[in-house]
């Protein structure tokens, strides 16, 4: 591991369960306090083969954008593999030279299980075996990232590693919301309770709203939940001790009865467990990797469901019951919150959907009316807009009411440079 430094250069890492996210930064002091500067982004889209590959190297006058599938690219470790390739080529505007001047990395690791609860580690030999035994807990997210880690530090020798874990956001949720109610003494020792993920972005979506705001905020991507955030701070959210818990998901089921795995694993009225069609593991595994809209639907691609024209009975299915359960947890979050009596200043869209899809936030708002609060109107122009330039948050509503309707363009990997840079002890 390099000695601890100024960072000078960042790559922060993003292994989301259907895409990996890179973006390199430079730092540059700007009135003596260290600032990010972005130099290059890529992305690859991991969902449906083969995966597709972008890279946009920014600062410069034209935006050098480039775009390919790649045929033998199927994990996140692959593809991490290939951006690295593709940055250390001179035509990358980017280079090898360069790429070993990176002097911190940034990765995000969705399940941090206690170790989370600290909030950002440099990494270690004991927090990659923590990490590694987290991965049963979510393994969609900490098995890409665990291989990342690995694959980074050995082929960026002189970089400082850093994990920022989705959970910290949600380490102020109070007992009797992280607690399930089972027996405690195992529930202790095997450390089973709600820890809620996608905080770095909850945390992004937070900064760029002022002071201890109280507001509900939906990240809805290939994984979607919510967070009900109270004067500042993480109070429930739908996301439990894995991100398999609340909504539905590109591939995940969302919550369903707890009895329905054992149905699911063995055939009612089996009275030799052996019989079962489905190990119970397996089950685990059907309900993370090929349920929700891909089961419903035979897509994971929530683009596609809505762009269906006309809608089949599948799609429709499937846009309506999504709205369904984030309604559900909308009224659930409004009476937690107590919105109606000025508890909730702003609902917040974020994640692919939430920031990509007018037509599905207005679905949304038009389901509010059942809540008694004086929200924004929605304003369909705005509603239509996208997120211009550097933009962090837009407006959707007419400014009228005292419930704000915005749409935030979530920045996971921004969020882990800044709190890195804003931390010393993670150089
Ligand atoms: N313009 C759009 N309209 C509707 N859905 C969109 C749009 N853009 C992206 N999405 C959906 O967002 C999801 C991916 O969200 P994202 O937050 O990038 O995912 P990840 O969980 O991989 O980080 C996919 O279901 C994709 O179809
Ligand atoms: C926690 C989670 O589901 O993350 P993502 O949406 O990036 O898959
Ligand atoms: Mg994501």
Known sequence: MSEQAEPKS????????????IKLFDVVRNENAPTPSLILKASSNLASPPAKFTVTATGKENH???????????????????????????DSGFGSERVDQITHICHRVVHGGEIGDKGPLVINDRVIKEIEELITLAPLHNAPAESILKEAIKSLPKARNVAFFDSSFHTTLPDFIRTYPIDQKVAKERKLRKYGFHGLSYHWILKSEEGETSIIALHLGSGASMCAIKNGKSYDTTMGLTPLEGLPGGSRSGTVDPSLIFHYSSRPGDKDKILSSVELSHA?????????????????????????????????????????????????????????????????????????????????????????????????????????????????????????LLVCKTDEELQMVEECLSTKALW
């Open 10 to 21: 960042i790559l922060s890492i993003n292994a989301g369960s259907s895409s990996l996210k």
């Open 64 to 90: 050098n954008i480039k775009s390919q599938e790649l045929e033998d690219v199927n994990s996140g470790v692959q593809a991490f593999n290939f951006i690295l390739k593709h940055l250390r080529k001179d």
């Open 284 to 404: 685990e595994n059907i309900l993370n990797s090929a349920s929700g809209f891909k089961s419903l639907v035979g897509t994971s691609d929530f683009s596609e469901i809505l762009a269906t024209d006309p809608p089949t009975s599948e799609s429709d299915l499937t846009v309506k019951l999504f709205l369904d359960r984030i309604l559900g947890f909308l009224g659930s979050y409004w009476l937690k919150l107590k919105g109606g009596t000025g508890g909730v200043d702003a609902i917040v869209f974020s994640g692919g959907i939430g920031e990509g899809s007018p037509q599905f936030r207005k679905m949304i708002i038009d389901g509010l009316e059942g809540l008694n609060g004086d929200f924004d109107k929605i304003d369909n122009e705005r509603n239509k807009k996208e997120s211009e330039g550097n933009e962090v948050v837009h407006s959707i509503g007419d400014g009228n009411g005292r419930i704000k």
